[in-house]
């Protein structure tokens, strides 16, 4: 394993609504106010994307995605964003927290597109996933048998991307799933494929599933109108 997939870092969710006076503003101002907020995210010492969820959610407008070794560097990003023109007119309507480790079932362990700096494809599926707590009871090679059912079935689907982060004593949630996709029809047809599997009895949440477009933060703040 390289010294990278070895790292372990924290990933923020962050989903954003825009304050509807943020329409009434000049388009000359809004212009200038999105490139402020494009040179920000150039230069913060963590690693962001960035995703409409304009028309697909009544709750978001679009999320920035984070990546850091650091939560006090994703603060302080957060906090560089807010000092923005663009800040004044954003309110934060749901943040996820947490980290990347290894699986305690997967045989191989796969580098997150993420964190070994794939090119981002053009969907993420995120969403908190909590199993229950009879599930962390049973025996560990039973729920190692299951979950290599779970996981023959997913790489099924080997144009579906995973990153899967822990959240275990640092957010309400067990994990948060991002599942990163070309195409919205395979991804559904693997989520239907997975409810078959045993594992799928121990789900006690998987909500909100969140679909995002990925698009450069100029492009997401001039779509706000």
Not at 9 to 20: A, V
Not at 132 to 142: A, C, K, N, S, V
Not at 179 to 201: A, H, P, W
């Amino acid at each position: 394993m390289s010294e990278e997939e070895d790292k372990r870092y924290f990933f923020n969710f962050s989903f954003f609504k825009i304050d509807p006076k943020w329409r009434w503003m000049a388009d000359l101002a809004k212009e200038e106010s999105a490139r402020e907020l494009e040179n920000v995210l150039e230069n913060l010492p963590i690693k962001i994307r960035t995703y409409s969820t304009l028309g697909l959610r009544d709750d978001a407008d679009f999320l920035i995605w984070c990546m850091s070794e650091s939560i006090e560097d994703i603060q302080e990003a957060i906090s560089k964003i807010y000092l923005t023109v663009v800040g004044k007119y954003i309110t934060p309507s749901r943040v996820y927290l947490s980290s990347t480790r290894q699986s305690m079932y997967a045989k191989k362990n796969r580098t997150h597109s993420f964190v070994g700096g794939l090119e981002a494809k053009k969907y993420v599926i995120v969403y908190p996933f909590i199993k229950t707590r009879e599930w962390y009871l049973l025996p560990i090679e039973q729920r190692r048998q299951m979950m290599d059912e779970h996981i023959k079935v997913g790489e099924k689907y080997p144009q579906v991307e995973l990153n899967t982060t822990y959240s275990f004593g640092i957010h309400d949630q067990d994990f948060m799933l991002a599942f990163e996709s070309d195409d919205l029809n395979i991804f559904q047809d693997m989520i239907m494929d997975l409810r078959g599997t045993k594992v799928s009895r121990f789900v006690k949440e998987d909500t909100p599933m969140i679909v995002c477009v990925k698009d450069d933060i100029v492009s997401i703040i001039k779509s706000l109108g």
